[in-house]
């Protein structure tokens, strides 16, 4: 071996344009951004959201959830990182749900086929208890994501996982970024063909049922970090700038033409159990021109968008409330399952979801987004 060698280059994939990127000629951000890249290739990335309809983590019920999944989690082939977060979900339900992250498919299939955690799963007692479970699986080919954080020093969500450096950026401070950094937006337009509709209402209480994702669904996790802010921009993060995300996942929650399927408001816990000064948003949107639409335009995302450049300008380098968010727009065809949820959870009220089997009807076509009341 070279005892000189530096480290391997990073990896990342790159097509020849069709498209035209969206970038403004010769732009120069303004403000610094960083993008994560692996030192290793990193053909897909894995990220499965374990979900406990029912208890949240103060429950008695949500910490064991929590520490099984963690044991799981050591077996073989488990995440090299993960999180746990409870909210209020969807159907208004305390939740305790788990982020769990791989960048290797076959690492991920061994552990989901071959762990303890399948046999719990698979257990006939799992949709009779009186709580809901849900496996929510992104399976994102790399061309398929983008990344950005505001701040290079603080690792989560995918930036854990080993030989991944944050990397600064120049694709960035211009709507249309978030695309342009999505490798495979040079030669697809991403559109989704599909636009999940609402099927009549099924039985879900008691139930072990999947959905089979249709094709450019949008997942985005929208990140929030100020556990470790001095008192003043902690201050100025809860009582304005959380104020103003609120307000702008508010009006997603309630406006279906937005194509916000479904969002939760996660809260991330250490591992006492106790909240941490940390957020993230988990947003799902029937495509990326809807969620893109929704940040440049709405006057809700350009109010918290203003209120983070006007702090950067304010703190320059000092700025400690770190935002950042990871992009997966999916191929179609994974399951996101549901057992003994409510009708209202994830994806279950828009689309035909039968009891698992091998096979999966194609998601129907239809107009609408709306989410039954
Ligand atoms: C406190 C929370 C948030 C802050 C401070 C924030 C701030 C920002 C900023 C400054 C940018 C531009 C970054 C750049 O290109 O330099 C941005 C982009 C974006 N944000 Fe937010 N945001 C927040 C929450 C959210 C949430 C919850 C969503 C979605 C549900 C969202 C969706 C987006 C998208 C899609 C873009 C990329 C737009 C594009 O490049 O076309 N943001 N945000």
Same mark, same amino acid.
């Given at each position: 071996?070279?005892?000189?060698?530096?480290?391997?280059?990073?990896?990342?994939?790159?097509?020849?344009?069709?498209?035209?990127?969206?970038?403004?000629?010769?732009?120069?951000?303004?403000?610094?951004?960083?993008?994560?890249?692996?030192?290793?290739?990193?053909?897909?990335?894995?990220?499965?959201?374990?979900? #406990?309809?029912?208890?949240?983590?103060?429950?008695?019920?949500?910490?064991?959830?929590?520490? $099984?999944?963690?044991?799981?989690?050591?077996?073989?082939?488990?995440?090299?990182?993960?999180?746990?977060?409870? &909210?209020? +979900?969807?159907?208004?339900?305390?939740?305790?749900?788990? #982020?769990?992250?791989?960048?290797?498919?076959?690492?991920?299939?061994?552990?989901?086929?071959? @762990?303890?955690?399948?046999?719990?799963?698979?257990?006939?007692?799992?949709?009779?208890?009186?709580?809901?479970?849900?496996?929510?699986?992104?399976?994102?080919?790399?061309?398929?994501?983008?990344?950005?954080?505001? +701040?290079?020093?603080?690792?989560?969500?995918?930036?854990?996982?080993?030989?991944?450096?944050? *990397?600064?950026?120049?694709?960035?401070?211009?709507?249309?970024?978030?695309? +342009?950094?999505?490798?495979?937006?040079?030669?697809?337009?991403?559109?989704?063909? *599909?636009?999940?509709?609402?099927?009549? !209402?099924?039985?879900?209480?008691? !139930?072990?049922? !999947?959905?089979?994702?249709?094709?450019? #669904?949008?997942?985005?996790?929208?990140?929030?970090?100020? %556990?470790?802010?001095?008192?003043?921009?902690?201050?100025?993060?809860?009582?304005?700038?959380?104020?103003?995300?609120? $307000?702008?996942?508010?009006?997603?929650?309630?406006?279906?033409?937005?194509?916000?399927?479904?969002?939760?408001?996660?809260?991330?816990? @250490?591992?006492?159990?106790?909240?941490?000064?940390?957020?993230?948003?988990?947003?799902?949107?029937?495509?990326? !021109?809807?969620?893109?639409?929704?940040?440049?335009? %709405?006057?809700?995302?350009?109010?918290?968008?203003?209120?983070?450049?006007?702090?950067?300008? $304010?703190?320059?380098?000092?700025?400690?409330?770190?935002?950042?968010?990871?992009?997966? *727009?999916?191929?179609?065809?994974? #399951?996101?399952?549901?057992? =003994? &949820?409510?009708?209202?959870?994830?994806?279950?009220?828009?689309?035909?979801?039968?009891?698992?089997?091998?096979?999966?009807?194609?998601? %129907?076509?239809? =107009?609408?987004?709306?989410?039954?009341?």
């Amino acid at each position: 071996m070279d005892g000189n060698a530096g480290p391997p280059p990073l990896f990342h994939v790159s097509y020849p344009r069709r498209i035209p990127a969206r970038a403004p000629e010769n732009h120069v951000p303004a403000a610094p951004r960083f993008s994560l890249r692996w030192r290793h290739a990193v053909p897909t990335l894995v990220s499965d959201y374990f979900g #406990l309809q029912g208890a949240g983590q103060a429950d008695a019920k949500g910490h064991e959830f929590v520490s $099984r999944m963690s044991q799981w989690f050591s077996e073989p082939n488990g995440p090299s990182a993960y999180e746990i977060t409870t &909210c209020i +979900d969807e159907t208004g339900r305390p939740a305790t749900v788990v #982020l769990a992250y791989w960048t290797s498919p076959s690492a991920h299939a061994a552990w989901s086929t071959g @762990s303890s955690w399948r046999v719990w799963w698979e257990d006939a007692a799992r949709p009779t208890e009186d709580v809901g479970y849900w496996r929510e699986h992104l399976m994102c080919p790399y061309d398929r994501h983008e990344t950005i954080y505001s +701040d290079p020093n603080y690792r989560v969500g995918l930036a854990r996982t080993p030989n991944s450096e944050l *990397v600064p950026i120049t694709t960035n401070g211009y709507f249309g970024a978030a695309r +342009d950094r999505i490798p495979l937006s040079a030669v697809d337009d991403l559109q989704a063909p *599909v636009r999940p509709s609402t099927p009549p !209402a099924r039985r879900t209480a008691g !139930a072990r049922l !999947a959905v089979t994702i249709p094709h450019n #669904l949008t997942v985005l996790r929208s990140g929030q970090f100020w %556990h470790n802010s001095d008192p003043e921009q902690a201050a100025d993060y809860e009582q304005n700038l959380r104020v103003k995300l609120d $307000r702008g996942m508010d009006y997603l929650e309630q406006t279906p033409d937005s194509g916000c399927l479904y969002l939760r408001r996660l809260t991330n816990m @250490s591992e006492d159990g106790t909240p941490r000064r940390e957020t993230s948003i988990q947003a799902v949107f029937t495509s990326l !021109a809807d969620l893109e639409s929704w940040a440049a335009v %709405h006057e809700t995302h350009l109010a918290i968008y203003r209120h983070a450049i006007a702090m950067k300008r $304010r703190y320059g380098e000092h700025r400690d409330v770190v935002t950042w968010h990871e992009l997966f *727009v999916l191929p179609g065809g994974t #399951l996101f399952e549901y057992l =003994n &949820c409510a009708e209202n959870t994830g994806m279950l009220p828009y689309l035909p979801h039968l009891g698992r089997s091998p096979e999966f009807p194609l998601p %129907h076509v239809g =107009n609408t987004g709306s989410r039954p009341s």
